[in-house]
Every structure is written in structure tokens, then in C-alpha cells.
């Protein structure tokens, strides 16, 4: 299993609304990682969780809110989104970045409206 | 600041040409590289990664790197119209521990048929 899964893959919501975003990987890889990509941007990194704690936050407004229930989840808690931040959020996990890169999921589209 | 760099073309290349993509980047310490490719409304696939100075083959693909220009390319030969795509350069940026991977902006590839 060479997977990270993303849940949902598509997500509207309004701007008062709490969601979650969900992904998990079982190939026992010890850190994940946020990121998010605006159309016709790179990936920009927002949170990195090595073995279950969060080791790098690069500066993510507080409205974005990351958890590490355990070595294979992840999640990402959005509440009170402005528009701005529609864009596809993207799940990566890896073994040991320096060596093995970055193993991406497919992501989910989010729309704040 | 840590930067990557990459032309956002397009560049456009006649089936079963060489395509040559390029990047560079202005953090010395950088100690590990990876191209990513990207299709439309797709996540970023890892296809090759290179760490020492020279030439990695892989199939179609080659990674060449010289730390001393602080450049890496790839190469595609004999390129397919499947080989369209927007190519992500990235650096891992070696701060020690777990860390992200920076992106270039990213070459998009156009093969013509």
C-alpha cells in the first residue's frame, strides 16, 4: 500500500462553518505534512508532524487547525474560512524527507463561499 | 530566504524530442532534490530524486545536479503527449529534523503530437 488518502476530495463551505479535512497513510512513514496550493502556484508547506508532534508551523493563521490523532492520521480543522483560502489542500507523508521526497494524496478542492 | 527557481514556460517540444527542464536554487546547504510532475486538477507525483553531484537515470527520465551552480534539471527523452504536465522542481532545504520541501513555480510542459 503506496497510498496517502484524502477525505473528503471535494468541500464547500460557508464562512461560519467548522470542517475537517482527513488523511491517512499506512506505510508507516514517520512525518506528514499540510500543504496548501493556490491554481497555478507551487505547494506552499504549512504544517509538518514528525512522529505525532507538530515540528514546523510556517506562521498558518489560526483558523486552520492541525491534529495528529496517531502515526497514520492526520487532520486539518477549519473554522471561520474567508474565501481566500479556497484552494487544494494537500496531504503528503514520507519516510525521511531528505532521502525519499514527499508522497502526496490527492488532495481536496475546498471552496469558501 | 530560500528560493527555487524555474522558467514557467510553456515550453513546448515535438513528440519524441528531449525535453530539458531547469532549476535553480539559492540555498547552499540544500542537500536533496526532486521533480515532481503535475497534471491538471491532480496532485504532484514524485518521479525522481537526486542527491549527488552528476547524472540519475531512471527510464525515460534523467536528474542531473551540479551543487557548485546550485542547478538541477531533468531530462525526458523520447517525449509523449502523456508527458504533459507542469514539472515541480523541489529542494529539501536540510534545516535538520523534519522539514518540508520548498517549490519552484513549476514548468509547464507541452509535447507536441
Known amino acids: ?113 | 530566504q530560500k528560493e527555487v527557481e524555474q522558467n514557467s514556460g510553456p515550453l513546448s517540444v515535438p513528440e519524441g524530442a528531449i525535453a530539458s527542464l531547469n532549476c535553480t536554487y539559492s540555498d547552499r546547504v540544500s542537500q536533496s532534490f526532486f521533480w515532481y510532475r503535475q497534471y491538471s486538477g491532480k496532485s504532484p507525483e514524485l518521479i525522481m530524486s537526486i542527491y549527488s553531484n552528476g547524472d540519475k537515470e531512471d527510464g525515460r527520465f534523467t536528474a542531473q545536479l551540479n551543487k557548485a551552480s546550485q542547478y538541477v534539471s531533468l531530462l525526458i527523452r523520447d517525449s509523449q503527449p502523456s508527458d504533459s504536465a507542469t514539472y515541480l522542481c523541489a529542494v529539501n532545504p536540510a534545516r535538520g529534523g523534519a522539514d518540508g520541501l520548498t517549490f519552484g513555480k513549476g514548468t509547464h510542459l507541452i509535447i507536441q503530437p
Not at chain 1, 32 to 59: C, D, G, H, R, T
Not at chain 1, 77 to 82: I, P, R, S, V, W
Request: aromatic residues 10%; charged residues 20%; glycine residues 6%.
Open chain 1, 1 to 113: 500500500d503506496t497510498e496517502v488518502t484524502q477525505t473528503p476530495k471535494h468541500l464547500v463551505m460557508g464562512m461560519t462553518n467548522k470542517k475537517s479535512l482527513k488523511c491517512e497513510q499506512h506505510m508507516g512513514h514517520r512525518a506528514m505534512y499540510w500543504y496548501k496550493q493556490k491554481a497555478k502556484k507551487p505547494p506552499e508547506l504549512m504544517f509538518v508532524y514528525s512522529y505525532e508532534k507538530l515540528s514546523i508551523n510556517e506562521s498558518v493563521p489560526s483558523r486552520f487547525s492541525p491534529e495528529c490523532p496517531n502515526s497514520s492520521l492526520l487532520n486539518l480543522h477549519l473554522h471561520a474560512l474567508q474565501p481566500e483560502d479556497s484552494a487544494l489542500y494537500l496531504c503528503a507523508s514520507s519516510q525521511g524527507i531528505e532521502l525519499w521526497g514527499a508522497f502526496f494524496g490527492q488532495g481536496t478542492r475546498l471552496t469558501v463561499v
